[in-house]
C-alpha cells in the first residue's frame, strides 16, 4: 500500500463520502493554509498525473486562488478512486486535521456507519 503523508488530502480523503464538495472546500478554505493547499496540490500532481495531461501543473488563475486550488484537488481525488486502489493518505500532525461531525438526524449517515461497523467484524 502507497501511504502519502499530508493532513489536507488525508481530511479530503476521509471527508469526500460523508460531506459535500462545497462544505470539504469551505472547512479547508478555512483551516489550511496557502502554503498547505499548494503544498498538497503539488503532492498530488507530481505523484498520480494521468497520463495523457500536460506536465506542468495548471495556475490557478480566478479570483479565489485557494477555493479554485481545493476545487481542483477535490476533483483529482475523485477521479483517482482512493476508495478501490492502494492510494491512501496519512496524517502525522493531527493538529492539522480538521475534524467534522457528521449530522446524525440524516439516517443515511447513520446507516452508512453501521454498514461500515458492521462489515469491519
Known amino acids: 500500500m502507497d501511504y502519502q503523508i499530508n493532513e489536507l488530502l488525508y ?3 476521509n471527508a469526500h463520502d460523508k460531506l459535500h464538495k462545497n462544505d470539504i472546500i469551505s472547512t479547508c478554505e478555512d483551516f489550511y493554509t496557502e502554503d498547505e493547499v499548494n503544498s498538497a496540490r503539488l503532492m498530488i500532481w507530481n505523484k498520480y498525473k494521468c ?4 506536465d506542468r501543473l495548471p495556475r490557478c488563475t480566478r479570483t479565489s486562488k485557494i477555493k479554485t486550488c481545493l476545487a481542483d484537488i477535490y476533483d483529482w481525488m475523485c477521479g483517482l478512486d482512493v476508495e478501490n486502489s492502494n492510494i491512501k493518505f496519512a496524517a502525522v500532525d493531527i493538529t492539522r486535521v ?3 461531525q457528521a449530522d446524525m438526524n440524516d439516517f443515511r449517515i447513520v446507516r452508512k456507519e453501521l454498514t461500515e461497523l458492521r462489515a469491519s467484524y
Do not use: L, P
Not at 497520463?51 to 500536460?54: A, T
Open 11 to 13: 481530511y479530503i480523503q
Open 51 to 54: 497520463k495523457g495531461e500536460e
Open 98 to 100: 480538521q475534524f467534522f
